[in-house]
């Protein structure tokens, strides 16, 4: 069965540095999508990404946090300076249609910051 | 404001029983709903969603119900297997025609064999 790989699966990094969390979305998949996880708590919307361009963003995706798909087959998240409450499981997830049907979650990446 | 809220936040019981697991959503643009099952270390998988144009929907020993009177959602789990052990969240599209999801807190299912 076809996978969302996320790479790597555990990030520890220090509060003021850049991370970029990555993704492989399913191959013949159009639409990406970043959610996030903080412990204990629901899984959020960040971002939903198609035709190289953001089609929506949550209040949570401020001016810190960027997306792009650099080549055919990674999306990526980036965080310019990370702070403390950054620290949560980042989820991407891919479709095929414009819809919620048909979503495929990766495993998440844990990213932490101390 | 809107949210997607689940009563129960832990629910244990024995292999073979059936399940219960429910939520409250207070959005009633929604028009669809989604479960999902997370198991530690990985990310939400889907089990089972529904339209609301219907009050119920099967699966493989899994049922979801819709009381959009009371904006009530539930899984309900058959012969439950200690392997259904997992935070469970319901989920729903706010608003029709974007593609974005609003998750509840989740209810972590425990079954003991």
């Known amino acids: 069965e076809p996978e969302v790989t996320q790479t790597p699966s555990h990030q520890v990094t220090q509060m003021g540095q850049e991370v970029i969390l990555r993704c492989v979305p399913i191959?013949?998949?159009?639409?990406f999508y970043w959610y996030r996880q903080i412990l204990g708590q629901k899984v959020e919307f960040l971002v939903s990404?198609?035709?190289?361009?953001?089609?929506?963003k949550s209040e949570i995706f401020d001016d810190q946090f960027s997306v792009e798909r650099p080549d055919g087959s990674n999306f990526t998240l980036k965080i310019r300076s990370t702070k403390l409450e950054d620290s949560a499981m980042y989820f991407c997830?891919?479709?095929?249609?414009?819809?919620?049907?048909?979503?495929?979650f990766g495993s998440g990446t844990r990213l932490t910051v101390v | 404001g809107e949210s997607v809220g689940l009563h129960l936040p832990t629910l244990s019981v024995q292999e073979g029983d059936n399940s219960i697991i429910n939520c409250a959503y207070s959005n009633s643009a929604s028009d669809y709903f989604i479960w999902y099952k997370q198991e530690s270390g990985k990310g939400p998988q889907f089990i089972i969603d529904?339209?609301?144009?219907?009050d119920k929907r099967q699966g493989q020993r899994v049922t979801v119900l819709l009381n959009k009177t009371v904006k009530h959602l539930s899984l309900q789990i058959a012969a439950t297997q200690p392997g259904d052990s997992a935070v469970y969240f319901c989920a729903e599209n706010p608003s029709s025609g974007y593609s974005t999801l609003t998750f509840g807190k989740g209810t972590m299912l425990l079954v003991s064999p």
């Open positions: 529904i339209r609301s144009n219907m």
């Open positions: 990404f198609y035709n190289n361009e953001i089609s929506e």
């Open positions: 191959s013949n998949h159009l639409y």
């Open positions: 997830a891919s479709s095929d249609r414009d819809t919620t049907y048909g979503y495929t």
